[in-house]
């Protein structure tokens, strides 16, 4: 069940929002058939690449840890019965609440947010939360109608955006899914509705390192989101960096 924000809780600064939906300006083509780039010449082998990023991942989220003041990344299984769930803090100092979130539009918010900016500019506790677009059930005022992924991108770390109103095709279904995630460094391109690489050299990479960590998010009685506690492995809400198991 999730808990409610002190109401005198520190406010830290807050950060800056996703743009609201600047309409691409390529042709509906150009929009709907991005070119899946190949891996990177001399790039190292996948599994010895993952490994890799697994090890940097581990460590740099324990460099961090010791410096977030309750709960922590890797140990948040013995910690999660300590957490309580956060309300997510908008620009503007209210909170993201399902009743005033417009449908295919995001905003970028630190989990766990600890109210010094320091650590809630970290890249590693940045999410973005996404209210889907209509077509895709953004409509309904309810949980449903919302996601919230690691910014980092499970390819080589760099930060991903949201594209609202972008168009693109799923390569499963075929059908055309209105609103994008789109990493700006190699273009990889994760599916709205899971956070799986469709497009792209993180579309390339196998199970769990092609899936964006995503937080369970639930809504209390007065409208606001809340992120539950998570647990970050690959079973669960994933491990930032690195990726995250999702069910075919
Ligand atoms: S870092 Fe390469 S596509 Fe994101």
Redesign the pocket.
């Known amino acids: 069940m999730s808990s409610e924000v002190k109401k005198n809780e520190p406010k830290p600064a807050a950060i800056s929002q996703t743009p609201a939906a600047p309409k691409p300006a390529a042709s509906p083509a150009a929009r709907q058939s991005p070119v899946p780039?190949q891996p990177l010449p001399g790039s190292q082998p996948q599994g010895r690449r993952n490994f890799f990023k697994f090890i940097a991942a581990v460590g740099g989220i324990l460099g961090i840890t010791p410096f977030i003041p309750f709960g922590s990344f890797f140990t948040a299984s013995a910690s999660i019965g300590k957490q309580e769930g956060q309300r997510i803090l908008l620009p503007d100092g209210t909170y993201a609440n399902v009743k005033t979130f417009p449908p295919d539009s995001a905003v970028i918010f630190p989990y766990p947010r600890t109210g010094d900016e320091r650590f809630d500019s970290e890249p590693f506790r940045r999410f973005e939360l996404i209210r889907l677009a209509p077509a895709e059930g953004g409509d309904k005022n309810n949980v449903s109608s919302f996601r919230a992924y690691s910014m980092v991108?499970?390819?080589?770390?760099?930060l991903?955006d949201y594209k609202a109103g972008r168009q693109v095709r799923d390569p499963k279904t075929g059908k055309t899914i209105v609103g994008n995630i789109e990493?700006?460094?190699?273009?990889?391109n994760y599916r709205v509705h899971d956070g799986v690489a469709i497009y792209?050299?993180?579309a390339l990479q196998t199970p769990p390192n092609n899936a964006l960590p995503m937080l369970d998010l639930s809504i209390d009685s007065e409208g606001y989101i809340v992120v539950n506690p998570p647990t970050y492995t690959v079973d669960r809400n994933g491990i930032i960096g690195y990726g995250r198991k999702v069910k075919a």
């Open positions: 780039k991108c499970v390819h080589l770390w760099c991903w990493c700006p460094c190699h273009g990889s792209g050299p993180a």
